[in-house]
């Protein structure tokens, strides 16, 4: 059956270094790759998107990479501030479903000043 | 540019219940896709719309059901409600597909059955 993996583990990292996440799947072949933050209460909110042609990513403190012969994506926060706490997600599309999102299962991210 | 709008917030039902929730895409999105999020099932796709058209459905039984208006406007609707559907319910709009476009969701309508 079709996967998507994120640690459950919380990232716990201090202020300054770079939190890397990954996100894993098994059985996709997606053509684009989503990141999003989530806060407490609140909804998503999208950071990056990348294609499966694309190596990798960037924006401001934001690098994502996508492999698709691993089949993982990598996203990393440099220079992370305590503000980066939140819950990060993976989403994927799913060309044999009609292209839907497919959502992991998060990795919550916590920064120490 | 308003972001999307759930409302309500908050709504507590009791089982058996039926409940509407509702939600406005930001201007000019015509896409609209519904999200149910627990602890332990995380994220799952309920259905998206696209112009009044239900595009795509997630495994989810006929007690969800959904529709898109004319003015891209959505709401779905739960039937005969069971206490595993209390969740937060989220609303995404984006311009077309949401497989290759930034999601835009709403801050959700927080469900709790008794």
């Known amino acids: 059956s079709q996967k998507i993996e994120q640690n459950s583990e919380a990232l716990n990292i201090q202020e300054g270094k770079t939190a890397t996440l990954t996100c894993n799947y098994t059985?996709?072949?997606?053509?684009?790759l989503q990141w999003y933050r989530q806060d407490p209460g609140r909804g998503p909110v999208f950071l990056l998107l990348i294609r499966e042609n694309e190596k990798e990513k960037r924006k401001e403190r934001l690098k994502v990479t996508f492999d698709t012969t691993l089949k993982q994506s990598l996203f990393h926060i440099t220079a992370s501030q305590p503000a980066d706490s939140a819950t990060y997600l993976c989403?994927?599309?799913?060309?044999?479903?009609?292209?839907?999102?497919?959502f992991g299962g998060g990795t919550r991210v916590l920064v120490k000043p | 540019k308003a972001g999307v709008t759930q409302t309500p917030r908050y709504l507590i039902k009791t089982r058996g219940q039926q409940v509407t929730l509702s939600c406005s895409p930001i201007?000019?999105?015509?896409?609209v896709s519904w999200y149910q999020q627990t602890p332990g099932q995380g994220l799952q796709f309920l259905f998206e719309y696209f112009s009044e058209t239900q595009r795509n459905k997630g495994n989810f039984p006929g007690r969800f059901s959904g529709r898109q208006f004319s003015n891209s406007r959505s709401e779905m609707n739960v039937s005969t409600l069971e206490l595993g559907d209390s969740a937060l319910y989220l609303c995404?709009?984006?311009?077309?597909?949401?497989?290759?476009?930034?999601?835009?969701f709403g801050d959700g309508t927080r469900l709790s059955i008794l």
């Open positions: 059985n996709y072949s997606p053509a684009y």
């Open positions: 995404a709009s984006s311009l077309d597909s949401p497989s290759n476009q930034p999601q835009h």
């Open positions: 989403a994927l599309d799913i060309k044999a479903a009609g292209n839907k999102l497919t």
């Open positions: 201007s000019g999105h015509r896409s």
